[in-house]
């Protein structure tokens, strides 16, 4: 009889210890990986402090010793809240990481003391941790898959990415428009984030190309917090292996006067003054060393039609051909087309990606070449480039 009585009570202080404990509920993802250090970032369901546990990819237990622990700090302070960023740095090139996220919820904070709730963590012990590995120093290849206008169709996306492997895919290029919108969190994580954690991006990052319906939302504003880079800018440069890439931004599509915007667009100046960032990234020794040098758009330049398009054209386009770009890659329109240089106006190739194929494209010591497959994994075109700016060393 005691036991009968004993039991349920144990059952209910159990319940009562762990119900509404805080939850991980989306991630861990990797960004703005370089050679010695990238941002690991996830969500919480509730407000909490953040630190990520580092560990050498070394075939030992994750639980042999005490792992460093590297906290999300601002401004001399713990980050309190229920999406997490740390940036791992000091790390060595070429290296794999092992590592685990924790977060510790904040219950209540005052000014001379804060309260404490449950730690949410990501597990070691039943299954082997997430492992990343950064970026090797003058790397001799490169292999990426490049994704774009999905709008939150998980269904396709799940389809493309079967072309990401991870011994042998460095990162994936989300290209633009993979949202319908940026309203909410939820719906940001939703329509592509949660899924391509599930399939790759605890541990391969991902470099984002903001599109033009990422410019609308009430959260839109925020979009470096959920995809930071070096630039603090949604355009930016990096390189990887023997490729240099120049990720634009070119707005919305339409004149900033339309009536869509409601006053609060002012795309125009904002293309300046990228432009005059552009200027300056192509005269870099980095960019200018590189075998391959490729520009990367959300809108394509080519046959500009709509008033965006043209005026990126206008700034962006003169400063490309003076600086020797192999390649621009493009979304936006849905369908797949392929533009080889006009000899005057535009003296680079683009490719127009659909929202329905990926773009498989591996760079080495003699050429990169491209390959669009479809949602099957069938071959639909493929195209090859020598090496136009020097050996690989």
Known sequence: MKIRVIVPL????????????????????IQNMTETGCD????????ATAWVELAPDDGT???????????????????VGTFHKVSL??????????????????????????????????KVYPMDPPCFRTVEKNKKDVEFVMINDVHGKNDVL???????????????????????????????FSSFIDTSVNMFAKEIPTYVSRGNHETRGAISKDYMKYFPNSNGKPYYSFKYGPCYFVVLDGGEDKPDSDIEYSGTSFFDDYRKEEAAWLR??????????????????????????????????????????NAGIDLMLCG????????????????FPVLIN???????????????KLKVLDRQGRLLHQFEYPVSHGKVN
Not at 61 to 79: K, N, Q, W
Not at 107 to 118: A, E, N, R
Request: charged share 25%; glycine share 6%.
């Open 280 to 321: 300056e990234t192509v005269e870099s020794e980095e960019f200018c060393t590189a075998p391959y040098r490729i520009a990367v758009i959300h809108v394509p330049t080519v046959d500009a039609g709509w008033h965006g398009p043209m005026h990126a054209r206008q700034l962006f386009e003169p400063i490309l051909n």
């Open 354 to 368: 659909s929202n329905q194929d990926a773009v498989v494209v591996n760079a080495d010591a003699d050429s990169m």
């Open 89 to 122: 740095t000091g790390l060595k090139p070429g290296t794999s990481y092992r590592y685990r996220i924790f977060s510790e919820e904040v219950t209540d904070m005052q000014p001379y003391h804060v309260s404490f709730g449950g730690i949410a963590s990501s």
């Open 158 to 188: 799940s389809d493309l990415l079967s072309n990401v492997k991870k011994d042998k895919t460095d990162f994936v290029l989300y290209n633009g428009d993979m949202v319908d919108f940026m309203d909410s969190e939820d719906r940001l």
């Open 10 to 29: 144990i059952l209910l202080a159990f319940q009562a210890v762990f119900a509404g404990a805080i939850e991980i509920v989306s991630g861990p993802y």
């Open 40 to 47: 690991v970032l996830w969500r919480t369901d509730k407000p």
């Open 61 to 79: 237990h994750f639980y042999l010793s005490e792992r460093p622990r590297i906290y999300s700090t601002d401004l001399g302070r713990a980050v």
């Open 332 to 347: 936006h329109l849905h369908c797949y087309s392929y533009h080889k240089p006009d000899g005057k106006d535009r003296q």
